[in-house]
């Protein structure tokens, strides 16, 4: 089942057909003729761009769709059911990374002094792991430069400008926890090598919590349903993200289905089991700059 367009998607799909009928026309003609397929790489790196100028709006030009400073109570609320008591159980030498952090909130909470609600509800109140976060742009607020100024760089640790694929494993370590709630998982233009970088971070015995809205679910969807994120198979038939998440080797993957929530939204764990992780190749044919983008991708044969 395909999604329903929305009117913008219905042009896009207008002006294929006419560049179709085009092409014929000019082929009757004798002329050269230039398919869709060879204008649709600019076409992506357009949406691309505009999707990087969503990125780095600030204050009243921030689109109020585009969430910066999700709580500890968020997550805990959004990511796959075992995140909290997981990230209960981490000590102060154990690590976790926070992608798509915005301004840390999230950090923050767990930071926060014992008695107060966010910890006692999510993470416990023991020892803190060491925290990194990871945002496209800079947006720590006041609150966090003062929390790791008292804490220091070992405990807490902001990186922004540049997205997760531009670090290396060496630059950031191996993590034990990696969360992604609406960050490059929901975003990114290249999910394969997204997931890649993700279990390269992770130790074996790790775990990526994360969630991805507007896709086909485990459990089936429902009439009507607007995708935001579709997968299809080599020959173009739906593919499944959870289904597509475990074919990838050292990889056990854990999909909780909502199917009443605004979109029909997976939350996902994927736990690593071993080193040689490897992630079937899914290349990008659409994108639609927004928040979050539309995207379609499909299976490499």
């Given at each position: 089942m395909r999604s329903v367009k929305s009117p913008v998607k219905g042009w896009k799909v207008a002006a294929v057909c006419l560049a179709v009928v085009i092409v014929i026309v000019v082929q009757a003609l004798g002329l050269p003729a230039v398919w869709p397929q060879e204008l649709a790489e600019p076409r992506l790196d357009e949406e691309i761009a505009e999707q990087e100028k969503i990125f780095q709006r600030r204050g009243a030009d921030v689109p109020s769709g585009y969430i910066t400073n999700r709580g500890l109570s968020d997550y805990a609320e959004l990511l796959p059911t075992g995140f909290c008591d997981a990230l209960g159980r981490l000590g102060s030498s154990d690590r976790w990374l926070d992608i798509g952090a915005g301004e840390g909130q999230a950090i923050l909470d767990y930071y926060a002094p014992r008695g107060d609600a966010a910890p006692e509800k999510c993470g416990g109140s023991g020892t803190r792991a060491r925290v990194v976060a990871i945002s496209i742009e800079d947006r720590r607020s006041d609150k966090w430069k003062q929390q790791a100024a008292s804490l220091g760089d070992d405990r807490i640790r902001y990186?922004?400008?540049?997205?997760?694929?531009?670090?290396?494993?060496?630059?950031?370590?191996?993590?034990?926890?990696?969360?992604?709630?609406?960050?490059?998982?929901?975003?990114?233009?290249?999910?394969?090598?997204?997931?890649?970088?993700?279990?390269?971070?992770?130790?074996?015995?790790?775990?990526?919590?994360?969630?991805?809205?507007?896709?086909?679910?485990?459990?089936?969807?429902?009439?009507?349903?607007?995708?935001?994120?579709?997968?299809?198979?080599?020959?173009?038939?739906?593919?499944?993200?959870?289904?597509?998440?475990?074919?990838?080797?050292?990889?056990?993957?854990?999909?909780?289905?909502?199917?009443?929530?605004?979109?029909?939204?997976?939350?996902?764990?994927?736990?690593?089991?071993?080193?040689?992780?490897?992630?079937?190749?899914?290349?990008?044919?659409?994108?639609?700059?927004?928040?979050?983008?539309?995207?379609?991708?499909?299976?490499?044969?």
């Open positions: 990186l922004s400008g540049k997205s997760l694929r531009h670090y290396s494993v060496e630059e950031l370590g191996k993590f034990q926890i990696i969360t992604d709630v609406f960050g490059g998982f929901t975003y990114t233009a290249d999910l394969s090598r997204f997931v890649e970088n993700v279990l390269s971070l992770l130790e074996v015995g790790g775990g990526f919590y994360t969630l991805v809205p507007g896709v086909h679910l485990e459990g089936g969807d429902k009439l009507g349903t607007w995708y935001l994120t579709e997968l299809e198979d080599a020959a173009g038939r739906p593919e499944k993200v959870c289904s597509w998440l475990k074919k990838c080797t050292c990889a056990k993957v854990t999909c909780e289905s909502k199917s009443d929530w605004k979109r029909p939204t997976e939350l996902i764990k994927v736990e690593k089991v071993c080193s040689d992780v490897s992630v079937p190749r899914m290349k990008l044919v659409e994108i639609e700059a927004g928040y979050p983008p539309d995207r379609r991708f499909q299976l490499e044969p």
